[in-house]
T-cell receptor, first 114, second 111 residues
Framework: DGGITQSPKYLFRKEGQNVTLSCEQNLNHDAMYWYRQDPGQGLRLIYYSQIVNDFQKGDIAEGYSVSREKKESFPLTVTSAQKNPTAFYLC?????????????FGEGSRLTVL | GENVEQHPSTLSVQEGDSAVIKCTYSDSASNYFPWYKQELGKRPQLIIDIRSNVGEKKDQRIAVTLNKTAKHFSLHITETQPEDSAVYFCAATAAGNMLTFGGGTRLMVKP
């Protein structure tokens, strides 16, 4: 069953802790993305990667880090430097980068900072 | 960079009525305009998209119109049904750039 899988679905963290959100895809897509979703603000791009071992900052990259060691995987680390990390995080992939084609999303990870 | 404004933020219609969601964009170079639907607790999914070389595209009960001069595009849903209830996002991009999303519209279809 092809698709994009995020884990965990729900995550709680204490202030000052780093957390890593997993994103795996078996669609053989080259490009992968991380978005943050807040009420009334749509989807804002955190980081994206168009090819293995390469990634670029999006509009709100501060306090986040990523890696792209494998084509299938694009984990996101929310660091303690992120001032307001409580949000819903969506991972997505597309066949190629420079989007003019469909984005396929995961089901999201909801992070709550206690 | 691109800025996309979406209105209204919430929309309530009676089943069977039409719904219209409007978006404006700032970058005249934008040439691709997708719409995504996110049902409660589910992932966003592409429902329709339009490129700048056409003014209108239709797929059954949904249609999108594009006015490049005014830099706005709209989603039209006719004969709304309860299963159309969701959050809808518009987006815009120019070739080689990343998508910029609007703030979303929560559509509620009352039976």
């Amino acid at each position: 069953d092809g698709g994009i899988t995020q884990s965990p679905k729900y995550l709680f963290r204490k202030e000052g802790q780093n957390v890593t959100l997993s994103c795996e895809q078996n669609l053989n897509h080259d490009a992968m993305y991380w978005y943050r979703q807040d009420p009334g603000q749509g989807l804002r791009l955190i980081y994206y990667s168009q090819i293995v071992n390469d990634f670029q900052k999006g509009d709100i990259a501060e306090g986040y880090s990523v890696s792209r060691e494998k084509k299938e995987s694009f984990p996101l680390t929310v660091t303690s430097a992120q001032k307001n990390p409580t949000a819903f995080y969506l991972c997505a992939s597309s066949m190629v980068g420079g989007i003019t084609g469909e984005l396929f999303f995961g089901e999201g990870s909801r992070l709550t900072v206690l | 960079g691109e800025n996309v404004e979406q209105h209204p933020s919430t929309l309530s219609v009676q089943e069977g009525d039409s719904a219209v969601i409007k978006c404006t964009y700032s970058d005249s170079a934008s040439n691709y305009f997708p719409w995504y639907k996110q049902e409660l607790g589910k992932r966003p999914q592409l429902i329709i998209d339009i490129r700048s070389n056409v003014g209108e595209k239709k797929d059954q009960r949904i249609a999108v119109t594009l006015n490049k001069t005014a830099k706005h595009f709209s989603l039209h849903i006719t004969e709304t049904q309860p299963e159309d209830s969701a959050v809808y996002f518009c987006a815009a991009t120019a070739a080689g750039n990343m998508l910029t999303f609007g703030g979303g519209t929560r559509l509620m279809v009352k039976p």
